[in-house]
C-alpha cells in the first residue's frame, strides 16, 4: 500500500518527518518496505497485515497516527451543490442477492466534460502506481486509495432501461470486462447487471460496454458493500486480481459509503463541470449490527505483564473511534467502529493497545502460574488410588486409542448398546468408538501374546462411549490378565492367575467403600457363558468379570485363556467411604486353626463367609479358604470346604483352650445356620 505523506498532512495537519513516521508505522505493526522522495511528495510503501483492511486507505493510516501522536483528525466534509432533479428520476437500483451485496448506494452526475486529469491528481495517481486515464476514473482511485472504498463510475446512458439489478450470474453467461477479455460466469458469482446484459463483475471489474468513454455526458456512481467470500471465490476462480477485489476480499467499511460518494461525485462535478442529482440511492436489506466486545480492563495486566492505566486505555479507545458503552468494576462494554472489521473479540483489543502502548516499554516479567499438584477433576484421587492399589499387585497400566474398527466392536458388541461412528476417522481400521474397555484391551492383549509374552497382567482407566435411547459416555477401569496353566490354588498369592486370584484383586480395590457387593448372573456374548458374573452394589450394577468366549478367542487367535473385567469409575465415585480405623501391632504370636465341612452344593461360598464376618470376637483376625472337594467319595449333593482361621490375642500370647473355645464357637455357628456337618 502506498501512502502519500501530503494527504497524511491534510488529515493530520502537522509538520513530521519521513524517518519518524516510518519509525511509528513500524510500532504500530505497518513495516515501511520503502521510502520514496519525488518532487512535491513522499511516498511510503507500508506493508499492511491482511486482518488489517482499515489501513488500507490514508483515512486509516492517519487515524492510526493521530491516536499514537495525540492529535486531532480532522475529516471535515465540504458541503455539496445538488442540482434540482431528483436520483430516483434517473435510475431505479434493485438487489435480487441480498446475501451477496448487504447495502448498495449510487449518485449521479450530469453533463460531465471527460477530459485529463489536472497535474496534481496524475502526479497522485502515477506516485501510488496507477495509470491515469481521465478525470472521472481518476476522482475514484483518488477517493479509494483515501478512504478505502472502491467504487465504480458507470456510463449512465449505456445502461439498458436505466436499471441496475444486484444479481447472481447464470451458467454460461458471459461480459467483456474493460481489460478487453471475456469471462465465463457462473451461478455462483455476483455480478452487476442492467435490465438485460451484465455490466460489471461486482466488486472487481468493471464491463466494456458500460464504461467511462471520450463521449461519456451522465456518470451513474456506484457504492457497494458485498460479501468478502464471494469476491474471492469469484476472483479466484477467474484468476482476476484489481485493487477493488483486494480490498472488497479483507471487507469494507459499510458505514463509508454515503461520504464516498458524496466525495467522489463533488469532485466530478468540480473537476468535470457537471451537476449533482439530488439525492443519494441507497438500498440497504441487510443491516449491520454494531459489534460489541465485553472487555476486561484487568486482562492487559494479566496477557502483558504490565500494569497499563485505565484512564490511558479509555483515551486511546476513544481516539481510535470505539465507544465504551458501559463500564463496571470488571467489565466494560466496547462498540466497535465498523470501520474496524478486524476486531470482534477482546484479545484483539489487547493486541491493539499493546501495540500503542508500545511493545518495547513493556517490562519482562514472569508469567503468573497457577500452582497445583491435583487437577481440577473429580475422579482424580479416585483413578490414583486404584492405580496405587493395581500397580501394587503387579498390574502394568496400558493406554489405547478409544476408537477401533467396526469388525472389532461387532466381537464386543453388547445388547442394547449401539456403537458411535466417527465422522471423521483417522482411518477406516478406527472408525467406532469403543463401548467397553475389553474390546481395546483384548487386541493389546493378542499383540503380546503374538510376541510371545504370555504373563499378562493389565489395566487401564478410560472413557467408553454407546448409544441407546440417547449418547452415553462413562469412565471405566479394565483389567486383563491370561489365566494360568496347571491345576487351581485356593490362595489369592500373586502366580495364581485365575478368576478366583481376580476375584481377590477386585475385592482388594473395594475395601475403602463401606458396602456390601455380590456376584450376580451375567450375560455379556463376548464373555464365556458360564465362566463370568456381574458385581452389585446396594442392587446397582457397577461392573462384571469373566473369561472370553470360545468364538471371540479363537478370532483373535488367542492360544491362552483371557480375562477381562470392568468397573464403573463414576459409580464408584458416589459409594459412601469407609471410616478407617487404626490398631497397633501386637507382638503376640498368631495361631492358624483350620475347619473343614460338608455343605450342601446350592449354598454358595459367599453365604458361607458372609455368616463367619458376623461372628464378632477380638481373637479373630481373618478367614481364608484353604482347600474346596467335590468327588464320589461325598455323599450326593454335598460340596467339602475347609477353612483356615487365623487367632491372635491383642494383649497376650493365646493358649490353647482359648484356640478351641473360639473355634469351636465357629463350627457350631456354622453347623446352626448353614446345617453343615464336620468331616
Not at 128 to 144: C, F, K, S, T, W
Not at 230 to 248: E, H, P, Q, V
Amino acid at each position: 500500500m502506498k501512502i502519500s505523506l501530503n494527504l497524511l498532512k491534510h488529515y493530520l495537519k502537522i509538520s513530521i518527518e519521513a524517518s519518524r513516521l516510518c519509525e511509528i508505522l513500524t510500532n504500530l505493526g505497518m513495516a515501511v518496505d520503502n521510502v520514496v522522495t519525488a518532487e512535491h511528495d513522499t511516498i511510503l510503501d507500508v506493508e499492511i497485515t491482511v486482518n488489517r483492511a482499515d489501513c488500507l486507505s490514508h483515512i486509516g493510516i492517519a487515524r492510526e497516527l493521530a491516536a499514537y501522536l495525540i492529535k486531532p483528525l480532522h475529516t471535515q466534509v465540504s458541503s455539496m451543490k445538488e442540482g434540482p432533479r431528483p436520483i430516483e428520476s434517473f435510475v431505479d437500483v434493485e438487489i435480487q442477492a441480498p446475501d451477496l451485496c448487504n447495502r448498495y448506494c449510487g449518485r449521479m452526475v450530469l453533463g460531465v466534460k471527460i477530459q485529463e486529469s489536472p497535474d496534481w491528481l496524475k502526479n497522485f495517481i502515477i506516485s501510488i502506481g496507477l495509470r491515469p486515464v481521465n478525470n472521472v476514473v481518476d476522482i475514484a482511485n483518488y477517493v479509494m486509495y483515501d478512504l478505502g472504498q472502491p467504487l465504480h463510475t458507470f456510463d449512465y446512458d449505456k445502461i439498458g432501461k436505466q436499471k441496475i439489478i444486484v444479481r447472481r450470474a447464470r451458467n454460461n453467461e458471459k461480459i467483456i470486462a474493460i481489460d478487453n477479455k471475456s469471462y465465463d460466469l457462473t451461478d455462483e458469482m455476483l455480478i452487476i447487471a442492467d435490465a438485460d446484459n451484465p455490466v460489471a463483475l461486482a466488486g472487481i471489474i468493471g464491463g466494456k460496454d458500460s464504461e467511462i468513454g471520450e463521449t461519456t455526458k451522465n456518470i451513474f456512481l456506484e457504492g457497494a458493500f458485498f460479501d468478502p467470500a464471494s469476491i474471492r471465490s469469484t476472483s479466484r476462480k477467474l484468476g482476476l486480481n484489481t485493487d477493488a477485489s483486494y480490498r472488497f476480499e479483507r471487507m469494507t467499511d459499510i458505514n463509508v459509503l454515503p461520504l464516498a460518494l458524496h466525495k467522489v461525485a463533488q469532485m466530478i462535478a468540480e473537476l468535470g463541470q457537471g451537476e449533482i442529482a439530488k439525492g443519494l440511492i441507497d438500498v440497504y436489506p441487510v443491516f449491520h449490527k454494531e459489534k460489541k466486545i465485553r472487555f476486561r480492563p484487568a486482562r492487559v495486566e494479566f496477557l502483558l505483564g504490565e500494569k497499563i492505566p485505565y484512564p490511558w486505555i479509555q483515551e486511546l479507545l476513544k481516539r481510535l473511534g470505539f465507544e465504551i458503552l458501559d463500564m463496571s468494576e470488571h467489565f466494560w462494554l466496547v462498540g466497535v467502529p465498523s470501520y474496524r472489521v478486524d476486531s470482534g473479540r477482546e484479545i484483539e483489543l489487547i493486541e491493539m493497545i499493546a501495540r500503542h502502548f508500545g511493545f518495547g516499554k513493556i517490562n519482562s516479567t514472569l508469567p503468573f502460574v497457577n500452582k497445583k499438584t491435583i487437577p481440577d477433576y473429580d475422579n482424580f484421587k479416585l483413578e490414583n488410588y486404584l492405580r496405587k492399589v493395581l500397580v501394587s499387585s503387579g498390574f502394568n497400566e496400558v493406554i489405547s486409542y478409544s476408537f477401533l474398527s467396526e469388525a472389532t466392536i461387532a466381537l464386543f458388541a453388547e445388547e442394547n448398546k449401539h456403537a458411535l461412528p466417527l465422522k471423521n476417522p483417522i482411518s477406516e481400521e478406527n472408525n467406532v468408538l469403543r463401548p467397553n474397555l475389553a474390546a481395546s484391551m483384548s487386541l493389546i492383549a493378542q499383540y503380546n501374546m503374538q510376541h510371545d509374552i504370555s504373563a499378562l497382567k493389565m489395566f487401564e482407566i478410560g472413557k467408553v462411549f454407546w448409544h441407546d435411547a440417547a449418547h452415553n459416555e462413562e469412565e471405566r477401569l479394565g483389567m486383563v490378565l491370561v489365566a494360568s496353566e496347571g491345576k487351581n490354588k485356593w490362595d489369592y498369592g500373586a502366580g495364581n492367575d485365575d478368576i478366583f486370584y481376580f476375584k481377590g484383586v477386585i475385592e482388594e480395590v473395594l475395601k475403602p467403600w463401606s458396602v456390601e457387593w455380590e456376584y450376580t448372573g451375567n450375560k455379556l456374548p463376548y464373555l464365556h457363558p458360564e465362566l463370568q458374573c456381574g458385581l452389585k452394589i446396594d442392587g446397582q450394577m457397577i461392573g462384571y468379570l469373566g473369561i472370553l468366549s470360545v468364538q471371540v478367542m479363537q478370532k483373535l487367535e488367542l492360544q491362552k485363556q483371557l480375562m477381562v473385567m470392568e468397573l464403573t469409575i463414576d459409580k464408584l465415585a458416589q459409594l459412601p467411604s469407609r471410616e478407617m480405623k487404626y490398631t497397633p501391632f501386637t507382638l503376640h504370636p498368631m495361631v492358624e486353626r483350620s475347619i473343614s465341612f460338608l455343605i450342601d452344593t446350592t449354598i454358595k461360598f459367599k453365604e458361607i463367609m458372609d455368616t463367619l464376618m458376623t461372628i464378632k470376637d477380638d481373637r479373630i483376625k481373618g478367614f481364608r479358604l484353604v482347600d474346596v472337594y467335590k468327588g464320589s467319595s461325598l455323599p450326593e449333593g454335598k460340596i467339602s470346604y475347609t477353612v483356615g482361621v487365623e487367632l491372635q490375642h491383642p494383649a497376650k500370647t493365646l493358649s490353647s483352650d482359648e484356640a478351641n473355645e473360639v473355634l469351636n464357637y465357629i463350627t457350631s455357628e456354622i453347623i446352626e445356620k448353614l446345617k453343615a456337618t464336620l468331616r
